[in-house]
């Protein structure tokens, strides 16, 4: 059965997500879609799922182009954005997602511009939303990024959008190599699991930050069943466009 490393990225936030916890998926989130449903639904882990779709804990979702497409949740009763801020505001929500282009030493995330000018930025990006008010308030930041690389895992951001670092949440990275973990009382990453295909060495040789090893990390693979309720969800195969961007 064929598998993407997107398909890797899915498995390995779904492992970050825990009894209990309240989950925001933003716009344009498919991976952290997928995943979260994929804690729900496969793994029977007791999570609330609600995002942009204004749906609260959904049965089912039909994947579109657009997380924040109204119609591709089926009936389920509704939480308009303003109430999940407000949640975000009393410190009861749990978990949010974001793919920054750029994520730095100190958890700053950039998905405004990339370059030295603000008025002429080398490439324009989506733009943050809510990222600067939602990100150091919830409880747990999942940043997710399919392109690890020196370009994207940097020392220092071109532009901070948001930043954890003034928080006491915990923050995570999830990238086509890895999972990286923020240590708040040292200030530094460290490698929290990887991939069959990765290694600890190829993490650092593609990250422009320190990222420090711990004794031993997780090994994240994919079975049939996984696979299988990947494609579930995606029939249309929408994540494999993510890998081509």
């Known amino acids: ?20 916890e309240l989950v925001y998926i ?12 994929m804690a729900r639904d496969l ?14 804990n959904p ?35 749990d978990v949010m997602f974001l793919g920054p282009a750029q994520i730095d030493e100190e958890t700053n995330v950039n998905l405004t511009m ?21 990100l150091p308030l919830s409880r747990k930041a999942i940043l997710w990024n399919l392109k690890h690389s020196k370009r994207s895992l940097v020392r220092r951001v071109d532009f901070i959008t948001g ?25 530094k990453w460290y490698l929290e699991a990887i991939y069959p295909f990765s290694s600890y060495e190829k993490v650092v040789e593609n990250t422009d930050f320190e990222v420090k ?13 996984d696979l299988r309720f990947i494609n579930y969800m995606d029939p249309y195969n929408l994540r494999s466009a993510l890998e081509t961007l």
Do not use: C, W
Not at 6 to 16: E, F, M, N, Q, R
Not at 213 to 225: A, F, G, P, Q, Y
């Open 213 to 225: 090893r711990k004794d031993s990390e997780r090994l994240i693979d994919l079975t049939d069943e």
């Open 1 to 20: 059965m064929k598998s993407y490393n997107v398909d890797y990225v899915i498995k390995a936030i779904s492992t970050l997500l825990e009894d209990g």
């Open 59 to 93: 049965s089912r979702v039909v994947l579109s182009p657009s997380t924040g497409n109204p119609f591709f949740v089926e009936a389920s009763p509704v939480m308009i954005t303003a109430d999940a801020f407000d949640l975000a505001q009393k410190g009861k929500l």
């Open 114 to 134: 990339i370059g030295n000018e603000y008025h002429n930025p080398k490439v324009k990006l989506p733009g943050g939303a809510a990222t600067a008010f939602i």
């Open 26 to 37: 933003g716009l344009n989130s498919i991976p952290s879609l997928i995943a979260s449903f």
């Open 163 to 187: 930043t954890a670092k003034f928080s006491n949440n915990k923050v995570f990275v999830v990238t086509n190599l890895g999972v990286l973990a923020y240590n708040r009382e040292e200030r």
């Open 43 to 56: 793994y029977r882990k007791k999570i609330r799922i609600i995002g942009v779709a204004e749906a609260s």
